[in-house]
């Protein structure tokens, strides 16, 4: 197996045609954001948000998954191995960690979550059942964690601090992704034909909080996540999933330079940028994908990596970071538009199992047990 201290297995700019965005990314351009990724990684397969910077788990699959539209296979399997390698006896990772090291202890119910996303796109690009056999128990474990924190009301309560305890609360945007990661995980039990029951009345459950009960969640309503992720996560659709993204247009997006990470600040990021392109794709709307797109172009550097963000009223940088995970997105986003399979599978979410309605099993989301 190549390890991630090795080259990369493509080295002309044409091998990455399927990368290749007009306005946003040629070949080449794509073939070097990928080599800065890959240049992050550590030996031990961890992808931290920059050379010598922390790791935290969802941002480490989203760039496994980067690597993967990249036909990086065994790079994105490596950093799947760490997270094997890495998983704590509940199922659970830490909020962060530095050399191997964790430096955060609180452990992160979407953080955790995410990695069923991670491998069910893995799969789909590879087709590599022994490896999804594999970390199988890994998946396993770390979604019945997730689901130890789901409350009466459906929603996921957002952590579990290092003393054991979980806050009652939970975020919008966390457990919106936490909707995807679900239906991740059921469509790997359903592949392996080992179907999971309670996953699924706890994927209808979150669904429909998230759905119809927005007074559930912590008010993050500053944050642009908050707005494009029930439908970035799947969970919102059609006619109600436009009417959200038009509500508030005017609020995040600044033209010509991308989306606000919050509402109130003159500062936008790329990884917002790239998430709502994502999810405007999803939407059916992809000419205006494109289009932010091209805007966060401003934010690309001479090594293929992309600045975190902008703060436009005082033309400046900030912060002075190129991190894995803003490439990342983009690239995902790009694939998407492209018509990758597995990209397109994961994030159009029409074959996705959606899980059991809290009617259906004639348990109502608000006397659930939890």
């Known amino acids: 197996m190549t390890t991630p201290g090795r080259p990369l297995g493509r080295t002309g700019g044409d091998s990455y045609s399927l990368l290749e965005l007009p306005g946003v990314?040629?070949?080449?351009?794509?073939?070097?954001?990928?080599?800065?990724?890959?240049?992050?990684?550590?030996?031990?397969?961890?992808?931290?948000?920059f050379t010598g910077g922390h790791l935290d788990p969802w941002d480490h699959v989203e760039s496994a998954m980067a690597l993967d539209v990249a036909?990086?296979?065994?790079?994105?399997?490596?950093?799947?191995?760490?997270?094997?390698?890495?998983?704590?006896?509940d199922g659970s990772w830490y909020a962060a960690y530095t050399d191997g090291v964790?430096?955060?202890?609180?452990?992160?119910?979407?953080f955790c979550a995410y990695i069923a996303v991670g491998l069910w796109h893995h799969y789909l690009a590879t087709g590599d059942?022994?490896?999804?056999?594999?970390?199988?128990?890994?998946?396993?474990?770390?979604?019945?964690?997730?689901?130890?924190?789901?409350?009466?009301?459906?929603q996921i309560?957002?952590?579990?601090?290092?003393?054991?305890?979980?806050?009652?609360?939970?975020?919008?945007?966390?457990?919106?992704?936490?909707?995807?990661?679900?239906?991740?995980?059921?469509?790997?039990?359903?592949?392996?034909?080992?179907?999971q029951p309670d996953?699924?009345?706890?994927?209808?459950?979150?669904?429909?909080?998230?759905?119809?009960?927005?007074?559930?969640?912590?008010?993050?309503?500053?944050?642009?996540?908050?707005?494009y992720y029930p439908v970035l996560g799947t969970a919102l659709r059609g006619a109600a999933a436009k009417e959200r993204i038009e509500a508030e247009w005017d609020r995040f997006v600044v033209p010509g330079l991308g989306v606000r990470c919050v509402s109130d600040r003159p500062w936008v990021t790329g990884g917002e940028s790239a998430e709502l392109a994502l999810a405007l794709w999803a939407m059916g709307e992809s000419d205006r994908a494109v289009e932010i797109l091209r805007w966060i172009g401003h934010l690309r550097a001479e090594d293929g990596m992309y600045w975190t963000g902008y703060v436009f009223e005082d033309?400046?940088?900030?912060?002075?970071?190129?991190?894995?995970?803003?490439?990342?997105?983009?690239?995902?986003?790009?694939?998407?538009?492209?018509?990758?399979?597995?990209?397109?599978?994961?994030?159009?979410?029409?074959?996705?199992?959606?899980?059991?309605?809290?009617?259906?099993?004639?348990?109502?989301?608000?006397?659930?047990?939890?």
């Open 25 to 49: 990314l040629t070949a080449d351009q794509a073939a070097a954001t990928v080599r800065a990724i890959a240049a992050i990684q550590r030996p031990d397969g961890a992808i931290p948000w």
């Open 71 to 89: 036909a990086e296979h065994e790079r994105a399997e490596a950093a799947y191995r760490w997270l094997a390698d890495n998983q704590n006896s």
């Open 102 to 110: 964790p430096t955060d202890r609180v452990r992160e119910s979407n």
């Open 129 to 154: 059942d022994a490896f999804l056999d594999r970390m199988w128990p890994t998946v396993y474990a770390a979604v019945e964690f997730v689901l130890g924190l789901q409350a009466p009301g459906g």
């Open 157 to 195: 309560r957002w952590k579990r601090d290092p003393d054991g305890t979980a806050p009652d609360e939970a975020l919008l945007t966390g457990c919106s992704s936490m909707y995807q990661a679900l239906r991740c995980a059921l469509a790997i039990a359903e592949h392996r034909e080992e179907p």
């Open 199 to 227: 996953w699924e009345l706890a994927t209808g459950r979150l669904g429909h909080a998230v759905l119809d009960h927005p007074g559930r969640f912590l008010d993050k309503g500053r944050f642009s996540m908050d707005w």
């Open 315 to 370: 033309d400046a940088v900030w912060p002075e970071e190129k991190t894995s995970w803003t490439a990342g997105s983009l690239l995902l986003a790009v694939a998407a538009l492209g018509g990758d399979d597995a990209t397109t599978a994961v994030f159009g979410g029409d074959l996705l199992p959606v899980g059991l309605e809290p009617s259906a099993s004639g348990c109502e989301a608000d006397g659930c047990a939890s």
